[in-house]
């Protein structure tokens, strides 16, 4: 084993350090020392960059949030100057947050349909509501109560044009531009019909500010939301389509975050920082942000594998095995955490990574490394269990999907994988959860379906629905010879068995 034993055990807090969840919640801004700014993400953290679609993991609400902080927009824009963030102001138009006063909940946006309001009414309220802020208009929507908001506006459609072009030159003249973010897109409603009414609603007014030069709307929407047609159904709508951007980690940027990591760990950092210095000659920058100090991962160190490469075998097995049969480490591990699509989250990456350590230190602390080989094969399992907890979240009928097929091994014919959905009674399971989601006011986020499954195409049972929406969220996908395969990400956790893959957990 290729390890540096005194760099081993410097390392070890800052993998110690790694939070067992590291999502981002809420709308609180990260600590400007946690933000990685991926240079692949330029387009997306773009204010004229309308559409950005991601899985969940690859960044959604960690960037709305950043992008929402002042602290944060400083580290994202000192690195991506072309965006000019110094002069660009932020602002909530929805949320996950129910307690956000800068819109209405999802509850509140319920009541409001319910009165009779049109979604767009509703959204040209929001969003006037963050650009009147600290101005000389911030009285004339200065009611308690969205409703009353509202109809000031639904009334007088002419007034609000006329103050939108007003605050549009007032920005314009001063240089500067205003960015309303919208996050948790999925959230909107209690259900699909719901949901698309307020989005596609949401989405007519992005397209018609598009007119204006300073003020810009940014959608972050789950792959579900962007797929399903019936959301786009509006005229012109294509000229939102065309330049979506889609948040993807390859796999130097997943490395380059943990160099991040490590470089600015209290501990760690320093130690860390004067050995790639000294053995490779790459140098982190290093910037204040108010009282903060952040370090900046070189551009080397983010983007040549080769590099990285040689800077994890200092810490970590250089095989996935006793030689090189196994496979290389450094792109064994982002291999099997990617899902069907081949996308891989910077969540499950840390996940593993921490869970890889901590069976390293337990179990093979004597080779003074900090990632032996089977430490990472069990930091790939924690991170499964992980990873498909949350895709339950977000598609709680995947649960219903992939019980059934526990036990058996992939890649299957399609026909095996329908005939146990068909025995277990999954789709009409999937249907009556649906059904009791809607009767449930208190759920904290709606059991929404496979949309796939409201109008399954001519000729497609609803099996056939089901798999074909298990391929576009990444569950599966269809090997050369046309059978399901599911990858290690969520198999594993599932109990789903393949040949010479990581061991299911059963």
Do not use: C
């Amino acid at each position: 084993m290729n390890a540096n034993p005194e760099l081993s055990d410097a390392l070890r807090p800052a993998f110690e350090a790694i939070p067992e969840e590291v999502a981002h919640h809420g709308t609180e801004p990260p600590a400007p020392e946690a933000v990685y700014v991926v240079p692949g993400h330029e387009s997306a953290l773009n204010p004229d960059t309308a559409v950005v679609v991601g899985d969940r993991g690859t960044g959604k609400s960690f960037w709305s949030a950043a992008l929402n902080g002042e602290a944060t927009r400083v580290v994202i824009g000192r690195q991506l100057k072309r965006l000019k963030l110094d002069r660009v102001k932020v602002s909530w138009g929805y949320s996950s947050a129910t307690s956000n006063q800068h819109h209405p909940s999802r509850r509140r946006l319920k009541s409001l349909l319910e009165q009779g309001y049109q979604p767009e009414d509703i959204w040209r309220t929001v969003i006037l509501y963050q650009l009147i802020e600290d101005t000389q208009h911030s009285a004339l929507l200065a009611d308690d109560d969205w409703e009353a908001r509202v109809a000031k506006v639904a009334a007088d459609p002419e007034a609000e044009e006329r103050l939108l072009a007003e605050l549009d030159s007032a920005l314009k003249s001063r240089g500067e531009r205003h960015l309303i973010v919208f996050d948790a897109l999925d959230r909107l409603g209690d259900d699909w019909a719901q949901i698309r009414t307020l989005l596609r609603g949401l989405l007519r007014v992005g397209l018609d500010l598009r007119d204006y030069r300073a003020i810009r709307t940014k959608f972050f929407l789950r792959p579900d939301l962007w797929e399903d047609s019936r959301v786009w159904a509006f005229p012109d709508a294509s000229k939102l389509t065309h330049g979506r951007v889609m948040l993807e980690w390859h796999r130097a940027d997943l490395y380059g975050l943990l160099w991040h990591q490590l470089g600015n760990d209290p501990q760690a950092g320093p130690v860390f920082r004067a050995w790639l210095a000294e053995r490779f000659d790459e140098h982190f920058e290093s910037m204040t942000i108010g009282s903060e100090l952040v370090h900046v991962v070189s551009e080397a160190l983010r983007s040549s594998e080769a590099i990285q490469a040689e800077v994890l075998q200092a810490i970590a097995s250089p095989f996935m095995g006793r030689n090189r049969r196994r496979g290389k480490t450094y792109t064994w591990l982002p291999t099997h955490l990617a899902d069907a699509k081949g996308q891989i989250s910077p969540r499950s990456f840390l996940i593993a990574l921490k869970q890889a350590h901590t069976m390293t230190e337990r179990q093979h602390g004597d080779t003074q490394l900090l990632l032996h080989f089977e430490g990472i094969k069990h930091g790939v399992q924690e991170a499964s269990r992980v990873r498909l907890r949350e895709l339950k979240e977000d598609y709680p009928w995947v649960e219903q999907l992939l019980e059934p097929l526990r036990g058996m091994t992939v890649p299957a014919g399609a026909e095996e994988v329908k005939a146990r959905w068909q025995e277990h009674g999954v789709v009409a399971a999937i249907r009556q959860a649906a059904l009791e989601s809607e009767t449930d006011d208190d759920a904290a986020r709606p059991y929404l379906p496979p949309h796939a499954l409201e109008s399954p195409s001519v000729g497609q049972s609803d099996e056939d629905a089901l798999i074909e929406a298990a391929i576009d969220i990444g569950v599966m996908n269809r090997t050369a010879d046309q059978r399901l395969n599911i990858p290690d990400l969520f198999r594993v956790a599932a109990g789903i068995g393949r040949r010479g893959g990581v061991r299911a957990i059963r």
